[in-house]
């Protein structure tokens, strides 16, 4: 067991480096005092299990100064989605083994899909096999992230995406 002390140690030495099937372009940075005069990136992350949701988001800020993560439920999101969606550059939907096409999380992702504009949207999976990627591409999303992918692979695919790029699973690689 180690102290958290201890993480700041590992965050210095972070080196995110682009996931597989990653591909996109550049947009030029925000400028801000709070991350060495860029805003960070607005990281939506919406899952139903709250301490998933809060950890990762924790995680995810702790490791990476540039994005800044915030954590809520579907229920809430799809309530009022305008309002969830308010200042986010990018959202992270974590689907965990759910059918991207069926029941709540198949409501939040259509909603996300249609109606007015709104940030880019990807999914993380546990296991982001076929039906995924093929709900993925129906609805138009930005990247379908694996659950099991590195936390600073997941950061640099948050990072692509706001940029504008696309993040796709690696076929086969989770679909068992």
Not at 78 to 98: K, Q
Not at 132 to 149: D, E, I, K, N, Q
Request: no cysteine; proline share 9%; aromatic share 2%.
């Amino acid at each position: 067991m180690f102290g958290l002390d201890a993480l700041a140690g590992i965050r210095r030495d972070f080196m995110p480096r682009a996931p597989a099937g990653a591909r996109g372009g550049a947009h030029p940075p925000r400028s801000d005092e709070r991350t060495g005069g860029r805003t960070p990136i607005a990281v939506l992350l919406i899952d139903d299990r709250t301490l998933f949701g809060e950890s990762l988001a924790a995680a995810i800020n702790a490791f990476a100064p540039d994005v800044a993560a915030s954590h809520q439920r579907s229920s809430t999101a799809l309530a009022d989605l305008p309002a969830a969606l308010r200042g986010a550059d990018v959202v992270l939907v974590s689907i965990g083994r759910a059918d991207p096409a069926k029941g709540g999380i198949g409501q939040l992702l259509d909603a996300l899909s249609g109606g007015p504009p709104h940030p880019p949207v990807a999914v993380l999976a546990d296991r982001p096999g076929v039906a995924v990627a093929a709900a993925a591409t129906r609805l138009g999303l930005r990247g379908v992230l694996s659950g099991r992918m590195p936390l600073a692979e997941v950061i640099a695919a948050l990072r692509l995406i706001h940029k504008g790029g696309t993040v796709s699973p690696d076929p086969g690689s989770d679909s068992r």
